[in-house]
Each structure stands twice: as C-alpha cells, then as structure tokens.
C-alpha cells in the first residue's frame, strides 16, 4: 500500500495495549502513513513518547500530565517539562486539560491550577498544546480566553458545540477529529465536522481507544486515521486524498517543529 499524506496527530503508542506487538504497528504506521504525534500523559508516558520519537523519523512527542493523572503530578514535574519542551521532537506540551466526566479525577480546581500552569509553560516555550476537554468547555474557555492568552492548539477529539467552535476558530485554534466522528450517533460533532474551516482540520485515533467506524470495538491503530479522514471527506462532500494533505498541511503550521 501507498504511503498516505496523512498523519495520525493523537496516538498513545506506549499503552499497554501495544506490549505485544508495538514494533510491528511502527511498521504498519511508517508503511502508511505520513507520520504520529504520541502525546504524553504523566511523566513514564512522556518519557516513552521522547523515546519512541528518539527511534522513529516518523514519530514526535507531546509531553504533559492529563486531567486524570494530575493527582499524582508534583511541583518538580513542570520543571521537567520545561526540559522536555526543548527536545527537537517535542513538538507540543500534551495532553492537558480538563476532565469533569469522572468523579474519581482530582479536584476541579487542582485539575485547573495544574493546566494552567502547564499553559504557562507552552506561553514561555512558544510550543502549541493537545488539549483534552471532558465535559468542561466552559472552564476551558473560560481560561484560555481569561487566564493565559496567547496559546495555539488543537482541541483532540472536540466535543463541544458549533457554537463553541465558532469562538475557537476566532481565536485561532483547530480541531482535532477522531474515531468519535465516525459513530453513527455522533449527530452534533458531525455538524462541527460540516461546520469547521477546512485549515483548522486534523485527523486523529487517539489509539489504542475510540476505534472508528466499521472496526469498532476491535483494538485502534494509527493506521484507521485513513477511515476518518475518509468519512470526514464524505460528510464535507470533498475528496478524501485532498483533505488528507489539507490536513497535514494545518498539522505542520501548527506544530511547527515538524518538517
Ligand atoms: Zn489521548
């Protein structure tokens, strides 16, 4: 098969999930596709997403602590990830966020002191960021527009409404979609999908969860970003082999680090 000009921007490559055969989905991916972004969660998985991108041409990290491990993160962490953000392959500081979907996740307002502090981070080091949003746009926004101005970045897996969108792309920032676009009740992301300016599109699996149409519930792979770029070309009416190269287009603007 013939390299795609697409590339899979949200990936978690060191999950556990891969134990088993990871080298051989490097394979598959670098046979496919153009390349990955493998974002970090805490500090092991962003270790392992530096190191990935340390073995593979094709591979860059995002390195940062995600809503649901901020319990664990300490004060020393945001040393590290200044470290971190001059690394060649780091190519943005992610995933971070806001997640209100799980109780069991820390408190709102430590969950929101540590994404801010974060933010700040990617402020001083001029990188984008990968933002995670669970339930929580109005916090979100509410920051992005308050708090810290003057980060870019994607949305992963955006959730939110049109209406929201519409503020996001005054501010300059893009939308990462995923498996989720594909499911057959995804009615309201579909409208944002139909809704969003076309270089402000990226492709993503967020793998190994959220498997595209029509392979959901088997494992997902970098590889299945063709069968949502494919089905995002069919809702927009566009050729697919175009919006994918649109796509990586928007995704080497804005992670700039990568040629
Ligand atoms: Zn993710």
Redesign the pocket.
Known sequence: MARLPLFDS?A?MDCEHFDEDRAQVFEEIEQNLAGMIN?G?DRESSLKAMEFAAKYKFVYAAVGW?PEEIARMVDEDLTLLKQWANNDKVVAIG?IGLDYYNDDNAPHPLQRQRFIEQLNIAKETGLPV?L?DREAHGDILDILKNEVQGVNGVF??YSGSVEMAKELVKMGWYFGFGGSSTFTNAKKVREVLNYVPEDRILFET?SP?LTPMPLRGKRNNPTYTELVAENAARVRGVGARRLMEVSTLNLKKLFFKIK
Do not use: Q, T, W
Request: hydrophobic share 10%; aromatic share 8%; with cysteine.
């Open positions: 949200h978690h974002p969660c995600h995933e990968i995670h992963h897996c967020d969860y």
